[in-house]
DNA sequence: GTGGTCTAGACCACG
DNA sequence: GTGGTCTAGACCACC
């Protein structure tokens, strides 16, 4: 998995990074029960800050995409439970989302298209199969 | 149109307010060429700083969502553009957002009916007529 | 001559409308004598303010491209005297704009070539005749 | 670089300093990735509040000149893409400006020495060696 | 350390 | 009347 820090965006790095991970989980690049490089590693190769990973793996765990294990480090976790809190969160902010590609002239159509190819391309059976 | 602002979010106020315009025009609450509360109105009704507004004013400008006149302050604009740079924005953010649910476990099936529902209740109709 | 005016803009109404004069003479669009119309009549047609329109025309006074007679109203003024002060002005104007195109990415040929075609289209010779 | 306000100037001090700023880039007073002063130092340099330098940076960041590197501050940006509607933007600026050195009474050839001067002492090669 | 946000005032340009 | 600019402080998020 390539992980791609621009150290220039608004965004900060600890969430570019959270990002970047979960969509490497996404896309399959890193699998269910594999683990994530040491903090120590992963900061170094990065150039960041080790408090900067640190935090990321922190937030991942807390939205449940790993787990720490003090014994062999952060793993990806096999779990993907439905928490209602965190689906009504990211609902809203597809509402958002898709509330500005409406408001930049696309009709429904065209925006169910978007999702459409999106969910496409999600690697979704991979994760089904290890669940 | 009721704007609500949690002072104690993480997310900035302006952006918060931001959010909640785009969402109001969204809902057809406030529709094309109807005029935004005036900077200090809103700052007073709000309770937050004038400049605070005026930040979010400004975004909703540069975005082009609504239109600055000299004569008559703020209002909702009739142009809905397309732009490339602001939809492959939007897209990537929509890419991660539906990976995350894919995440949580919902399959391409639901994930397909939860962006369905959305859009089904987007206001389009009333925005395309005013177009 | 046609004068549009963008009541959204950032640029001041009154400085909008001197810039479509200027361009307008200077297109040759109106002649070295002829008549602008009168603040009244000029303020109406446009649906903006008479001081606005008033202020227009003092500034073009002031700049020495028309000259008011309280007799017969706004006329273009035939003098075009070679001012340093005012040549100066616009003179680090220039260097500033032409810098920025330069830190865009256009090298000196490029931007030689810019500036040529648009004196390539300047309305020269019927001053020239006027004067 | 030295970096010069007017305090009683119509212009506004976060444009003034953006303009001084791109005419440092641009004359190599300060070269791309090296550092500006922070906002708190150049604010109290100037005596201007922080605030208004941190506007000014904000537009250098938005046109594109400068990148906040959270780590480093301020740093002039590598980047000099061609963009068209920044492009046109000046074009029509620059129309207007020339038109108006014509109305002066300085003819083609005058103009287009006027334009060579300028463009001769223009800082290229530096920025070109740099990138 | 850095930039980002925010406040409670104030004054100005514009129309 | 409107939005735009500015100040002198403050606190926060990030690294």
């Given at each position: 998995?390539?992980?791609?820090?621009?150290?220039?965006?608004?965004?900060?790095?600890?969430?570019?990074?959270?990002?970047?991970?979960?969509?490497?989980?996404?896309?399959?690049?890193?699998?269910?029960?594999?683990?994530?490089?040491?903090?120590?590693?992963?900061?170094?190769?990065?150039?960041?800050?080790t408090?900067?990973?640190?935090?990321?793996?922190?937030?991942?765990?807390?939205e449940g995409?790993?787990?720490?294990?003090?014994?062999?480090?952060?793993?990806?976790?096999?779990?993907?439970?439905?928490?209602?809190?965190?689906?009504?969160?990211?609902?809203?902010?597809?509402?958002?989302?898709?509330?500005?590609?409406?408001l930049?002239?696309?009709?429904?159509?065209?925006?169910l298209?978007?999702?459409?190819?999106?969910?496409?391309?999600?690697?979704?059976?991979?994760?089904?199969?290890?669940?």
């Open positions: 998995m390539l992980l791609k820090i621009d150290m220039t965006s608004k965004t900060p790095i600890y969430v570019q990074l959270r990002n970047e991970i979960v969509m490497g989980i996404g896309k399959g690049e890193i699998k269910i029960g594999e683990s994530l490089p040491t903090v120590r590693q992963l900061s170094q190769d990065l150039g960041v800050n408090m900067t990973v640190n935090k990321t793996y922190s937030i991942l765990k807390e995409f790993i787990e720490i294990d003090r014994r062999h480090g952060a793993k990806i976790s096999p779990k993907s439970n439905k928490n209602n809190d965190y689906t009504n969160k990211i609902e809203s902010e597809l509402l958002l989302l898709l509330t500005q590609v409406n930049k002239g696309y009709n429904k159509v065209e925006i298209e978007i999702c459409k190819n999106i969910i496409e391309n999600l690697n979704i059976n991979e994760i089904e199969v290890k669940v």
